[in-house]
């Protein structure tokens, strides 16, 4: 059970990363710098869960499967985010 918590850190990160990349293109009319701010704030937040996965994960799995977990955890974030 506790090897599945670095794919739920993960996919939490993935969430707040995608909307820190490509959030504030809602948001067209805010200047640049406030979206660059805000981009980075919620930035901190996934390398809030971005780090501990990582940390707890290295118990059960190797660097490569990580990785390998996060791309494919991007790929599903992002396309459900371009979907909605």
């Known amino acids: 059970m506790k090897a599945l918590l670095p794919i739920l850190l993960l996919t939490i990160s993935n ?3 995608t909307f820190a990349w ?3 293109l809602k948001f067209k009319s805010s200047p640049l710098f ?3 701010v805000v981009s980075w ?3 901190f937040a996934e390398y809030c869960f971005q780090v501990p ?3 707890i ?3 059960y799995f190797a660097a490569v499967q990580l990785k390998t977990m996060q ?3 991007t790929l599903v974030v992002f396309c459900v985010f ?3």
């Open 53 to 55: 996965a990582n940390r």
């Open 41 to 43: 704030a919620i930035a």
């Open 34 to 36: 406030l979206v660059i």
């Open 22 to 24: 490509y959030g504030h």
């Open 57 to 59: 994960g290295h118990a």
């Open 71 to 73: 791309e494919v955890i």
């Open 82 to 84: 371009s979907t909605l």
């Open 15 to 17: 969430v707040f990363m």
